[in-house]
Structure formats: structure tokens, C-alpha cells
């Protein structure tokens, strides 16, 4: 058997092991982790999970198990097997060593945590020591494989530098083309695969399987981009976006049928209100490069306005809209908020727009604060906001109330998901459409440079104020719902920092982390700030810290986001392309183009 690739010359591992010995190593010790996940792996069910049964993995065993197939799986298909090749287009060896990396990180977390809790090491069964001897030399090995892309400077590279590199590989080889039935299919499958990853990290029921289970996904889909698997997967989304799209909503909506708790289902339609309101946060400041200090103000706009209007006994107006005119209320109050802050704000630039938003935000939470009777007119009930909002009625459909369909029972917060998932799809829909026109390229020629857009006979301040009023009313659309998920809205909940999204700050994170102008990168890092705080409640007292330290490290390592369009990868990242001199004329060349030229 041969390998599906040749190593580049130069490309050294990282341990001086022969390579058919650190292949060899690497598939015998995931086969003793895999077979120990099988063992018990302590002796007293006080430790969550139940890890005392022999025969039947359980909690942390379950993710070591899989991390180590994984492994095995992508080891094998460096041998050249007839049927594997398609796992590794981009790099052979670098995913192998992540997936073996992640099988000792999951496995040494499970010991260090059963050791922790339970009060040394001597609670351990011996099968997590076989699970953990199996990782440890499943890691090692790995490292003794060879390189999938040379070092520019083996030489004189240090220890971290050629680490580095060992993980690093080579851009995915071009796809055969496939009929486009399979393609759609490949679709629909990974959709599928990521809502049953989605759907079990949400439904860890302690910190410990939750902890694993990052530690997991986080190697893994490493793994798989090194592998270039991703890259071949984001190469058919973009072809069939449609069909990608309609994947997607597809996968959201089979979402609450998977859960059994209410918590859980609570969990998704706030990452849906969180991601929908920083998916209009992406129009101002990933479209058009206006920062938004503020934002959050306008979902508070939106909230205030549907609770005065939804019949609720503190509500000063006395007045119950349907539900549709109830939205209609949000999104307009939200729209002319928009537009009489940005039309006298907007011809500022940089730090000064961003200050005078900041001012907008806490200004409008004094505002509400104030508005209790006795600083100012009886409206927002003050401090204590606007309780008592009752659920939803549409067409005689009660939100508050238990429903069975197609055999399934959805409650209370399954029903507000999906009433946020429609909101969700409308503000994808608005995002997309607005930012393939030509009003979103304007936006995007803002962005880069207004002086040079404005030279071009762009209207500048006219286009930021419309993004600024379609990124208010989106906000407010979004609002709408939050005040009848929570029954109540205060002045609190919307603040510029605090320990509890959304506020400003996390809104305008999730917008950096997911990648700027981009239509999932908003999604996908609304998900992740506000799912690991709901999960790790031990985070509550660090979260600005962390999610600081976090963004420093995004902003050193993939400054362009988790999902990054191709503008922003070339813009922070080198193109490996030399800069080569303009090359000498002679005086008699230079003659010739100056008569030319006159």
C-alpha cells in the first residue's frame, strides 16, 4: 500500500520517530484508547455519567470513543486503502495528529475530573488508565509523522514554530466533478450530522460532559478542515446556496423535536433572538463599517414597544394589538429611533461615531429608568419595567400552551423557537438580498474607503443612514419576541457589558468572532457566546474577562473571524506572493514615454 500523499521535502516531524512506526503507533494506541472506553473507568456512580458499567460507554467515555474512531479512521486512510482517500484531500498527517491530540485531551479531562471530584486518582477503574495509556501514546506517535507542508526555516525554527507547522497542510486538491444528486445529498447529510452535534452539545445535562464535549468538536473540526474536508463542503454550499439554505432551515426546524427539556428548547430560541439581532448588527458594521456602540438599544426600542402594546396589566397605554400589529409597532419604533440618531450622528467618523452610539445606549436605559412617575411621565413603569406580558395568540394559536404534532409535544419555549425561526429566516433573507444588490456593494465601497465612494458619486451619508435604519429595525423585529419569551423587559436587560447577553458588547463580539460581512458568521458566534456561559455556570463571575482574552486570541491567531469571506482572508493573512521590483528602464526608454506622453 502506498499513501495518498508525498510528503514535501523538508517537511520534518515534529519527534524524530520513523514514520511506519508513528503510523503504527498512532493506530494501536486509539485501539487501546477505543477498547478501554468499553471498561469501567470508576468504581462509584457519584461521578456524573455513570462510568462504572463495563460494556456500555457512557457521558465522557462516549466522546473518547469517537474521538478515537475518528483517528483510526483518518490513520487508515494514510495507507492508500481503497474507499478512504476521500477523507484527506488537503493534509494527511495533520489531521491525524489533531484527532489524536483531542483523544488525550478528552481522555486526560475525564481522569483529571474523576480524580478532582472524587478525591484522588485511587477512584480510578482500570479502564481509564487503558483509555488514557492508549491516548498518551495514540499523541505521541502522532507527532512522529511526517510534516504536510516544509517549514520555511527548519533550521533555525524553534520547538513552537515547527508544532505549528505540524499541524498546519496543504489547500484540499480539486473535487471530481459529481452529479449534482450527490452533491445535494452530501448537503443535506452534513446538515444532518451538525444538527445531531448541535443537539448533543445542548443537551449535556453537567459542566464536565460539556467541557468534553468542546474539547472534542473544537479538535475534530480542525481535524476535518486540515483534512480539507470543510473546504470541499464550503465549495458545494456556495454552488447550491439555495439548496444550502434550505438545508439549514430544514435542520433548525427538526431542532426542538430532538429535545426533551424545556430548558434546552429556552437555550435555542435566545441564541435565535441573540443571532437574529447580530445579523442586523452585521448590516451597520460588516457591510458598512459603521461602529455600533449602541445597538442593543434598538432590540430594547423593539421590546418596550410590543409590551406596551401586548395587553399587559403594568402597561401604561392599556392597549392589546394582534400579534402582527404588535410587530409592526416594534419594528417601526425601532426604524424611527434609527433614523433621528443616525441622521445627525452619521456624518461623524470612527471613534467619534462609535462614542456618540455608546451615549445613544445608556441614554435610552436612563431614559426607561426614569419614566416611572416621578422623574418623568408614567410610561416604562421605571426600574421595574413591564412585567405580566401575556404569551402569544396567532389565529388561535396559544404559545403558552402545550401542542402535539406529528407525535411530538412542543412547549412553551418550542413554540417561541420556531415563532423566532420564521424571524430568523425573514432576517437572513433581508441580510442576503440587501447585500448582493447594489445598495450592499455601495455599502461595502463605504466600508473599505468613503472618501474614494464618495468620489465615485456614492451618496455616503445617505446609504449608512439606510443601513442604519434597516440594522434599527431588524433590532426591533427581534425585540418583539424577547419581551414575550422573558414576560418581562427592564431597563437592565439592555445594557452596553454585562454578565447576561444580549448587550452591545457581546452583539458586537459575535459579529467579530462568527467574521464580519458575513451571512452564518453572525449565527455562528451569537451560538457560541451565549451557549458556553448558559452550560458553564461557574463562568458567570469571569465571562468579560474570558470572552476577552478570547477575542485577543482571535484577533492573533484568525483575525478575520471563524467565518471568513475571501476579502477578509487575503486582507489579514500573506498570499505567499513575492513582491518583485518594478523593473529599470533605461534613459532612452524613459525618452521614448515622456514624448509619448506628450
Known sequence: ????????????????????????????????ALVGTFLAWTWTSEFPGDLTVTGYPGGLQVLTLISAALTLL????????????????????????????????????????????LGGVVNLEPGAWVSGI?????????????????????????????FRNSLGAPPARRAKALPDWTEILI??????????????????????LFIGFLITVGFGFTALHRAGLVSRLTALTT???????????????????????????????????????????????GLAGLLDLGYVAFLGVGAYAAA?????????????????????????????????????????????????????GEIFRLTVNNLNGNSGPDLTNGSQGIPSIPDLNFFGFDFGLKHDILGFT????????????????????????????????????????????????INAFRLKLLAFALGATLAGLAGTVQAHVNYTVTPEQYQFAGSVPPNSAFLLAAVILGGMGTLSGPLVGAALLYLIPAKLQFMQDYQLFLFGVALILLMRLRPEGLVA????????????????????????????IAKAGA
Open 1 to 32: 500500500m502506498t499513501t495518498n500523499h508525498t510528503t514535501a521535502p523538508g517537511a520534518a516531524p515534529f519527534l524524530a520517530i520513523p514514520a511506519a512506526a508513528a503510523r503504527i503507533g498512532t493506530l494501536a494506541g486509539a485501539a487501546v
Open 74 to 117: 483518518f490513520a487508515l486512510s494514510g495507507y492508500g486503502i481503497r474507499g478512504l482517500g476521500w477523507l484527506t484531500p488537503g493534509g494527511t498527517n495533520s489531521p491525524v495528529r489533531l484527532l489524536a491530540l483531542g483523544t488525550f485531551g478528552t481522555t486526560g479531562y475525564t481522569i483529571g475530573a474523576i480524580a478532582y471530584d
Open 134 to 162: 492508549g491516548a498518551l501514546i495514540a499523541a505521541s506517535a502522532a507527532l512522529g509523522l511526517p510534516g504536510d507542508q516544509p517549514h520555511p526555516s527548519t533550521t533555525t525554527a524553534g520547538a513552537w514554530q515547527r
Open 187 to 208: 448537503i443535506v447529510v452534513s446538515f444532518g450530522i451538525g444538527l445531531q452535534v448541535f443537539a448533543y452539545g445542548i443537551d449535556t445535562d453537567y459542566t464536565e
Open 239 to 285: 454552488k447550491h446556496r439555495n439548496i444550502t439554505l434550505a438545508a439549514a432551515l430544514v435542520a433548525a426546524v427538526c431542532f426542538p423535536f430532538t429535545q426533551q427539556k424545556e430548558e434546552y428548547a429556552l437555550i435555542g430560541a435566545n441564541i435565535l433572538i441573540f443571532g437574529t439581532v447580530a445579523l442586523g448588527l452585521n448590516v451597520v458594521v
Open 308 to 360: 406596551l402594546v401586548s395587553g399587559s396589566t403594568m402597561s401604561a397605554i392599556g392597549v392589546e394589538f394582534p400579534f402582527w400589529a404588535a410587530v409592526l409597532t416594534g419594528a417601526g419604533a425601532s426604524l424611527v429611533f434609527g433614523v433621528l440618531i443616525g441622521a445627525p450622528t452619521l456624518r461623524l467618523r470612527g471613534d467619534y461615531l462609535a462614542i456618540v452610539t455608546l451615549g445613544f
Open 410 to 457: 412542543l412547549g412553551r419555549s418550542a413554540n417561541y423557537y420556531l415563532l423566532m425561526l420564521v424571524f430568523t429566516a425573514v432576517v437572513v433573507l433581508v441580510f442576503r438580498r440587501s447585500g448582493e444588490s447594489r445598495i450592499g456593494r455601495a455599502w461595502v465601497a463605504i466600508r473599505e474607503d468613503e472618501t474614494a465612494a464618495t468620489a465615485m458619486g
Open 565 to 592: 469571506d475571501r476579502r477578509k482572508q487575503l486582507e489579514f493573512h500573506e498570499t505567499d506572493q513575492l513582491d518583485v521590483p518594478e523593473p529599470r528602464q533605461s534613459e532612452e526608454t524613459d525618452a521614448g
